[in-house]
């Protein structure tokens, strides 16, 4: 079984969207399991504070190293890798989710206030995460939406597998357009709009070739980032 494990302080978070749908089946199923646990138990005094002022000055509050060092070493397991979600971490991505779901699962670190003290990520070796070049509340939702690129991924949660090889990201593109019935709509602007002809015909080596160019001219013109780093794996730079 995949474990999961999220250090928090506010473990009633979870496993919120991932109680429904796939991955709450999945959960039900025994194909995974989540442990939210409250980083307030290994407080120190009664009122269950992980936190204080920062040194140096500045406003708002840190997670302490003593607390917070003592909740990683009661969940942590061998070969678990430990992620705490900042701003600063390595952008998650589609290969990070895989590589994760591979493996035997994931302990998440999630900060509050302004973050945690650094001697914490130093002592142990935490994986520092990104999910987006903004700044959340803290790293619950974070989590949630690693949590969920990693379940999908696992075996017997998405019914038709082969669909996890034509999405987003996989060999380095975003996805292809989609449609489905009815062939011809009018959208609100009054404007009917077909279904691309090709789609229609049931040539599936032909569909292929339109769904490839048109992933590639999807990613060429909104991820030029993305774009680049297909050519370049492509021409095996």
């Known amino acids: 079984m995949w474990q999961a494990t999220a250090l928090t302080i506010f473990p009633?978070?979870?496993p919120g969207p991932l109680g429904l749908s796939l991955a709450g089946r999945a959960l039900e199923r025994g194909l995974w399991s989540l442990a939210a646990v409250d980083i307030r138990r290994f407080a120190r005094d009664r009122h269950g504070t992980v936190d204080d002022t920062p040194f140096g000055g500045g406003a708002g509050m840190v997670m302490r190293p003593d607390i917070l060092s003592d909740a990683i070493a009661a969940v942590q397991a061998p070969g678990r890798p430990t992620i705490y979600f900042s701003p600063r971490g390595r952008p998650f991505d589609q290969a990070r989710a895989r590589a994760l779901a591979a493996g035997p699962g994931v302990t998440l670190v999630c900060g509050r206030f302004e973050g945690i003290d650094e001697r914490v990520i130093e002592a142990h070796g935490l994986e520092e995460v990104s999910v987006g070049d903004v700044v959340l509340s803290g790293g619950e939702i974070a989590a949630l939406v690693a949590l969920d690129a990693c379940?999908?991924?696992?075996?017997g949660v998405v019914g038709a597998a082969a669909s996890l090889t034509e999405e987003?990201?996989?060999e380095g593109l975003l996805e292809?357009?989609?449609?489905t019935?009815?062939?011809t709509w009018t959208g609100p602007d009054g404007v009917e709009r077909a279904v691309p002809e090709i789609l229609q015909t049931g040539h599936h080596a032909k569909i292929a070739a339109w769904r490839r160019a048109k992933a590639e001219e999807i990613t060429r013109q909104r991820r030029p980032d993305l774009w680049a780093r297909h050519v370049a794996a492509r021409r095996g730079d």
């Open 12 to 14: 009633e978070m979870f």
């Open 151 to 155: 379940v999908r991924l696992l075996p």
């Open 168 to 170: 987003s990201f996989e």
């Open 176 to 179: 292809y357009p989609l449609y």
């Open 181 to 183: 019935r009815p062939a």
